[in-house]
């Protein structure tokens, strides 16, 4: 018995110290765990929520639910507990938030209890029935960091409608969801955001000039709207941006030149629109950091220009239908060290394929499809072999490859099958001299009048 007594003493000793540090942290306020409780259940009625988590939810909570302690500004005690935290809809097994179920409800509780909420996220929560955005003042406009909402096609309403005085958003990602109508002026008002995110939604009309006031943002996607308009030239105040994603919505003119000053700009997309026949823009070779340019689907026509000097960082350049005519500049094999992806296909291009492309060191794909390029194709087999069917040339009539290229090593890539091969040198059968034909070629009678000299020799 005496062998257990120090096993005995040390369980009795932290259990004491479980007890003094339990009375010592603040517990979750009664109304708000009760508030939890019932918004779980309107998330996912099929979970005994309350007699899996009975305790206090701010110390033993579903993951996803995370709650802080506060305490006054001129105390190091901490006083209160508080839910700050709200996580809903399974991810993965990193985070796996509380799942939810066909018939989950968006509660108005959430949007009235919890005054100290910084971050609200839903994935996949909303997905048949239809949901509506609350038309509501929440508790927490001043305390709220980051609103998510993901692949909720069911939820619908309003951009307006959800947006409210937060004073302390950083991120706005609505992304796949429902959401219609226009975007609010009142969004410049929010000018500490970071990021906003409403790609894959119902949005329409033109983009709100006040966008130029979040100084903060360096994420801005509205792709995949029914936007429509000038893009305005003020975004180019955006200085601070990384990310740009306008595709697939209806902007027509000209892209704007006020982009050239977003020189932090990596990202840049404005595939799929309606901009018009300005070409390519000049100031691209203006805004060294680009690592992502895509500009497919707008028939912007012109040349490819000569802009690639201080674009060496680019690793994708999406080029694919807009219209481009003339030849491919060989500088673009010459600068673009690190692009990863070529795309010029479905254009008008002519003329030769430049051999400084094989000095694409990274790259992994070339499409040059259904364009009118002709002559030789001058790439070496260790480069066509290692890039092997991601270099794409179909399409192009008069473009020819050797045998030797169409079969080294290129995993029988399609592509290359059904370019012709080109024709082999026709070098005529004669005797030269002094770079004059004398008489057409024959071996017998060369041995004959080598076998005359050597008897006269």
Request: with cysteine.
């Amino acid at each position: 018995m005496a062998m257990f007594r120090p096993f005995s003493t040390l369980t009795l000793l932290t259990l004491f110290s479980i007890a003094v540090i339990s009375r010592q942290q603040p517990v979750l306020d009664l109304a708000e765990q009760e508030s939890m409780y019932q918004v779980l259940e309107s998330i996912n009625s099929a979970f005994p929520w309350r007699s899996l988590f009975p305790d206090d939810l701010c110390i033993s909570s579903p993951h996803g639910v995370v709650c802080d302690y506060f305490s006054e500004s001129n105390s190091t005690v901490f006083e209160t507990a508080h839910i700050v935290e709200l996580n809903f809809g399974y991810v993965s097994d990193y985070n796996p938030n509380p799942p939810c179920s066909s018939n989950s409800k968006l509660n108005p509780l959430i949007f009235t209890s919890f005054k100290f909420l910084r971050k609200l996220f839903f994935y996949k929560c909303f997905n048949e029935s239809r949901v509506s955005l609350p038309d509501v003042l929440p508790s927490f406009t001043s305390s709220l960091e980051e609103l998510v909402f993901i692949e909720n096609p069911s939820l619908v309403g309003p951009l307006s409608g959800i947006l409210h005085n937060f004073s302390s958003l950083r991120r706005l990602v609505l992304t796949g969801n429902g959401v219609y109508g226009r975007i609010p002026d009142a969004i410049g008002d929010l000018v500490n955001l970071e990021e906003i995110t409403l790609s894959r939604n119902q949005l329409g009309g033109e983009v709100t000039e006040n966008l130029v006031k979040l100084q903060n943002l360096n994420v801005l996607d509205l792709s995949h709207n029914n936007l429509y308009g000038y893009v305005p030239e003020m975004l180019g105040k955006l200085t601070v941006l990384l990310k740009l994603d306008l595709s697939s919505n209806g902007f027509v003119g000209k892209i704007p030149e006020s982009f050239k000053h977003m020189q932090s700009l990596e990202f840049l997309d404005l595939s799929f629109n309606r901009f018009g026949n300005f070409g390519i823009p000049l100031f691209l070779g203006e805004m060294p950091r680009l690592r992502e340019v895509y500009l497919r689907g707008n028939l912007l026509g012109g040349q490819i220009p000569n802009i690639w000097e201080n674009l060496g960082g680019v690793l994708t350049i999406g080029f694919s239908d807009i219209g481009l005519v003339g030849n491919i500049p060989s500088s673009m094999g010459l600068y673009l060290k690190n692009v990863c992806y070529l795309g010029l296909d479905n254009n008008k291009l002519e003329g030769t394929v430049p051999e400084e492309l094989e000095l694409l060191e990274s790259v992994q794909e070339i499409n040059l499809e259904n364009n009118n390029l002709s002559g030789r194709v001058s790439f070496s087999t260790k480069f066509s072999s290692r890039i092997r069917e991601k270099l794409k040339l179909a399409g192009n009539r008069d473009l020819c490859i050797d045998e030797k290229m169409r079969y080294a090593k290129s995993g029988g890539s399609l592509s290359l099958v059904q370019l012709k091969l080109c024709k082999k040198p026709n070098i005529p059968n004669a005797v030269f001299v002094n770079g004059c034909s004398l008489v057409p070629f024959d071996p017998h009678m060369l041995f004959m009048f080598l076998g005359f000299l050597f008897l006269f020799a």
